[in-house]
């Protein structure tokens, strides 16, 4: 059967997709794009804001106008929380989040999958290229952040078992997978279900003890969850030094309105501490805009903070008022135009930011894992990332494969949002040697 697989919104819900795909093909379905026939097509929906809700029911119906003779089905956070309104848009099966990862199961349960052949493990890619995999180890929230609706949407916090965890891991590595990021709905509480207070970092040793991963990335992660002896496992190369730590406010005030279990003092304590462990390391943190109650004067505090901060990158969201919350029941809702103006003054701080972490790199080196690449005239540009998450832009000699290898790299100019740079020693008309994961040589051309 021709599947066809979608997904709005987190890295969570991507991951979720991509182990749905492996799934299918190991059951002889074929995986399809976008644009080709398709008998049964998926989509894993987001409701973290009105905006995201929007593109989803948007999603599905351009699913079902474009796939008249095929099954649509609906999971993820929207269908959990809105399946009537899915139902009304002519999908064929609606299924919560808790279904969502017997999904496969529950469809031939019902005669929707018919008789495959071939199977295969090794599907293509929905998402990019196979270099870097997100994967799901923990799922549902126990806090209750006045804003949130993904709390409601995906339940309390539980964990995946850890062998379990382990053994995808080394699955991920044989399909060609060089960076595997471990992903959460609140990913910092992974073992607390099992009464392991330091869960994550036993997990993070345990992956880097019986696998062979290159690189190891860490999701987004609640301050609250950490302290400085966590970034001990940064210690091992493998573990990428990049930390997201969602911050939301600047604002002390603020942070207690949205139930957040920190404060700003707590917070920068932390980011010291993580930056006297982890070398070079980038911390990005999102942002929150125009929250109930926000005033002008919190909003200044709010903004000095982030300023102060460092942030190697923001993420901004301007509030969205989320039926089932707290937070839509507060007094004193910020017009949107205000919100807006907030956001785009956050949207310029965070560019300085972007701007003032890449330009300490300027002259220095870094190994980069190469993704994809696009055709720039006889040349490709290459796009890839440094392990503290700077994006890095080279050329080649149209031919030369970069993707899924790890170089070294002379990082050479700031550009908007990313960095060009260059293999040592080599121009564009040069050739060096570097090597594939299987050890096998590979001819390599980087250029200015």
Request: charged residues 25%; glycine residues 10%; aromatic residues 6%.
């Amino acid at each position: 059967m021709r599947i066809r697989l979608d997904s709005i919104g987190c890295r969570l819900n991507i991951g979720e997709i991509e182990a749905m795909a492996r799934s299918f093909a190991a059951s002889g379905h074929s995986i399809v794009s976008q644009g080709d026939p398709a008998d049964l097509c998926i989509l894993n929906t987001c409701t973290v804001t009105a905006i995201a809700s929007k593109k989803s029911r948007a999603f599905i119906r351009q699913l079902c106008r474009r796939n008249p003779g095929a099954k649509v089905v609906a999971t993820g956070c929207l269908a959990e929380l809105e399946p009537d309104s899915l139902e009304a848009l002519g999908v064929d099966l609606v299924v919560g989040n808790d279904a969502k990862d017997g999904l496969p199961d529950l469809l031939t349960s019902r005669g929707w999958l018919t008789c495959a052949e071939g199977a295969t493990d090794d599907p293509p890619p929905i998402f990019g290229t196979r270099t870097r995999a997100f994967l799901k180890v923990q799922d549902g929230c126990d806090n209750k952040c006045t804003f949130c609706v993904v709390t409601i949407a995906r339940g309390s916090g539980r964990s995946r078992i850890p062998d379990e965890i382990v053994a995808e891991v080394r699955s991920l590595l044989t399909l060609g997978y060089r960076e595997v990021i471990l992903s959460g709905v609140h990913l910092g509480s992974y073992g607390h279900d099992f009464g392991r207070v330091r869960g994550l970092e036993g997990l993070v040793r345990k992956i880097l003890a019986e696998t062979d991963i290159p690189r190891l990335r860490l999701s987004s992660l609640e301050p609250w969850d950490l302290d400085p002896a966590f970034f001990e496992v940064f210690g091992d190369p493998r573990v990428q030094p990049h930390l997201h730590l969602p911050l939301q406010s600047g604002c002390d005030a603020t942070l207690r309105r949205m139930a957040r279990k920190t404060t700003t003092d707590g917070f920068s304590a932390l980011v010291d501490a993580a930056r006297g462990i982890i070398d070079d390391v980038a911390i990005s943190t999102d942002v929150m805009v125009g929250f109930p109650g926000e005033t002008d004067e919190e909003f200044e505090r709010s903004i000095t903070t982030v300023e102060n901060l460092g942030f190697s990158k923001l993420h901004i969201f301007r509030y969205s008022r989320r039926d089932g919350t707290l937070a839509a029941t507060m007094p004193d809702q910020v017009p949107g135009p205000v919100a807006t103006a907030r956001s785009a003054r956050l949207h310029e701080l965070g560019d300085r930011l972007v701007s003032g972490f890449h330009e300490r790199f300027v002259g220095r080196r870094a190994e980069v894992l190469w993704e994809d690449a696009e055709e720039i005239g006889e040349h490709r540009r290459w796009s890839g990332l440094t392990g503290n998450y700077i994006r890095v832009l080279t050329e080649a000699a149209t031919g030369i494969d970069l993707g899924n290898t790890i170089t070294t790299v002379d990082l050479e100019t700031c550009v908007p949002g990313a960095m060009l740079g260059s293999v040592p020693g080599v121009s564009i008309s040069g050739i060096a040697e570097t090597s594939r994961r299987d050890g096998s040589s590979l001819p390599i051309v980087s250029g200015s």
